[in-house]
């Protein structure tokens, strides 16, 4: 910066010549220089209050526009990062209608070795074995003292277990914390829970899936971390799984069945109160799935929902509530039952032989005629049937929200003829699941509305279509308590618990067709209380066999009716139902005085 002097010499001299104050121009030099250095000032404040704003207007764009960003896109799960994966780190627990704990996650540790930051490879294997016997000990040391320079020990240890490993002191033995999926219940609820797992895995964390059930079918939900702090709440009761699971086990070996399941519905909501499948597992540590054999076998199966069976006499009632529904007979209409009927080539026979000859449409449902209930089936027609079948939902696999219900789909005929119409209208020809049961008995419990079975809890009655009239609902009723009272379920009288329901006892079928001679399916379905139903509970006992008598008994009389009794009279008072007299008619009771 060149600088003019305040003084300069010409014009100094040539304002003395002229007279004139030599001063004045020294201090209009002053005042100039004053005013650049002023202008200069003000020039460098205005640049950097520019490129303060300028900073300020980016820092102001970038926060907004990712506020905007994460307004405008769904929350993610927290991340724990580890070498080559990017796993989640976050489960919802689940509940029971009540607040009890059925899963949740637990803090433990996973073992890993590095075999090169091994000090004593061969002692460490010793130590190890010794801390957990079914591992292999020539296994250990070959990994340990060959080229691998990883490999995991055991993914899931105990606090003990990580204390005796640590005491091995070998700094090749390393820990991985993980979030362990704990079903504090054991077996109980079992294939409700399903079972969780590991997915991707690290050493610094382990992502937890569902690989069945619940846990599976709300896998997205239960890692959501927005539901971190809110627990699915199920329908289930768990005082009343643990009774019902305690006495289906008991009845189950008492009637040396290979197996069992057992339903119980609320009607108005089509919550499930308890749903118990036997064989079970522990899902704390779930078995291998079955890879050859029978599925059904497995203790993995859910005989509830996958097991899809011919179920028998209790589909009679369905005929009997579709005819009165369609004005062709009603509860007192009489029909004849004695043979022959022959339909498409075939006769209808009845159990053991039997001839009712003639019966009302109650004592038909009562004594469990084969024919009486094919000539109402005869008269509804193949079309209306399936039409009416489809509407209690017996065509597709029930909604129920666990990933295996979606395997339970119904087997129909291929062609649905008047024999099919017939054999069905009794239980053969159309096979369909113990869940599926329970649906369409809440229909007829409830006053006639399609129910959707449902595993979340319910603050209100979810009202279905209506599929059939209140009054056919109504005669069904007592019909199913007219078999409780005087019918193949008389071991299902509980003093105090009306109980109405239907026995079916149906052959199983062979796997390459035709049926076994000494294998059955027994189911009883039934509705408590009879005369106001709040409960759906159907019993399925596969291949039982009552041995007290002279020859063994399979039916469902002897078999499942008397544990599906053993199992109101204990859980009844559970869901807060207390003994009561049943109502009877007006034209039943006899009015008396007395003079004193």
């Given amino acids: 910066m060149i600088r003019t002097p305040l003084r300069p010499l010409a014009r100094i001299l040539d304002a003395r010549q002229k007279g004139e104050n030599p001063d004045a121009i020294e201090n209009e030099n002053k005042r100039i220089r004053h005013e650049q250095m002023r202008d200069g000032a003000r020039l460098r404040a205005e640049g950097r209050l520019l490129v303060l704003g300028v900073f300020f207007f980016c820092a102001f764009g970038v926060v907004g526009a990712r506020m905007g960003m994460l307004a405008s896109t769904d929350p993610v799960e927290p991340r724990a990062h580890a070498p080559g994966a990017v796993i989640s780190a976050s489960r919802a627990d689940i509940v029971d209608r009540h607040g009890n704990l059925l899963a949740t996650n637990f803090d433990t540790h996973a073992l890993y070795a590095q075999p090169k930051h091994m000090v004593d490879p061969v002692m460490a294997a010793k130590g190890l074995v010794k801390v957990f016997p079914d591992l292999d000990e020539e296994r250990l040391i070959k990994d340990f003292t060959g080229k691998r320079k990883f490999l995991w020990i055991k993914k899931k240890i105990s606090p003990e277990q990580k204390q005796a490993v640590h005491d091995i002191g070998d700094p090749g033995l390393l820990f991985a914390p993980r979030d362990m999926r704990l079903y504090p219940n054991g077996s109980l609820a079992a294939h409700i829970m399903g079972g969780a797992s590991y997915g991707k895995e690290g050493v610094h964390a382990a992502e937890v899936i569902g690989v069945a059930g619940v846990e599976k079918y709300f896998d997205d939900y239960l890692r959501d971390p927005v539901n971190a702090g809110k627990p699915l709440e199920l329908s289930l009761d768990l005082t009343v799984q643990a009774a019902s699971e305690r006495i289906l086990w008991g009845g189950m070996k008492l009637m040396n069945a290979k197996g069992a399941t057992s339903v119980l519905m609320d009607v108005k909501t089509g919550e499930v109160i308890s749903m118990v499948s036997l064989p079970t597992f522990d899902p704390n540590n779930r078995p291998r799935p079955a890879v050859e054999g029978d599925a059904s076998d497995s203790p993995l199966f859910n005989r509830a929902v996958q097991g899809v069976y011919e179920l028998g006499s209790v589909f009679k009632i369905f005929a009997a ?37 003639a019966l009302s449409v109650t004592d038909i449902i009562v004594k469990s005629s084969n024919r009486g209930t094919g000539r109402m089936a005869l008269q509804i027609g193949a079309k209306r049937q399936q039409e009416f079948l489809k509407k209690l939902g017996f065509f597709e696999a029930t909604p129920f929200e666990i990933v295996e219900a979606a395997g339970g789909k119904p087997l129909l ?84 618990y009306f109980i109405g329901g239907k026995t079916g006892t149906a052959d199983k079928p062979k796997p390459r067709g035709g049926y076994y001679k000494k294998k059955t399916l027994a189911t009883f379905a039934s509705i408590f209380p009879a005369h106001d139903p709040k409960y759906v509970l159907i019993v399925t006992l596969d291949e039982p066999s009552e041995n007290s008598g002279d020859k063994p008994r399979r039916t469902a009389g002897w078999t499942a009716v008397p544990v599906a009794a053993e199992m109101i009279r204990r859980v009844a ?24």
Avoid at 449 to 461: A, E, S
Avoid at 573 to 596: C, D, F, I, Q, Y
């Fill in 321 to 357: 509530t579709q005819a009165i529904e369609l004005g062709l007979v009603n509860a007192e209409t009489v029909i004849e039952t004695k043979g022959p009927l022959k339909v498409g080539g075939f006769r209808i026979g009845e159990f053991q032989g039997k001839n009712y000859g």
């Fill in 413 to 496: 005929p291929k062609k649905w003829t008047d024999l099919s119409s017939v054999t069905i209208s009794y239980g053969h020809g159309l096979s369909t699941s113990p869940m599926h049961l329970a649906a369409g008995y809440a229909a007829i419990a409830n006053g006639g509305y399609k129910v959707r079975p449902t595993l979340i809890k319910q603050t209100n009655p979810q009202q279905g279509p209506r599929v059939m009239s209140e009054r056919a609902a109504r005669d069904g009723r007592m019909m199913l308590r007219q078999v409780v009272a005087k019918g193949t379920a008389s071991f299902a009288r509980v003093p105090g």
């Fill in 573 to 596: 008072p559970l869901l807060g139902l207390r003994p009561a007299v049943e109502p009877v008619k007006p034209s039943m009771v006899t009015l008396t005085s007395s003079n004193n």
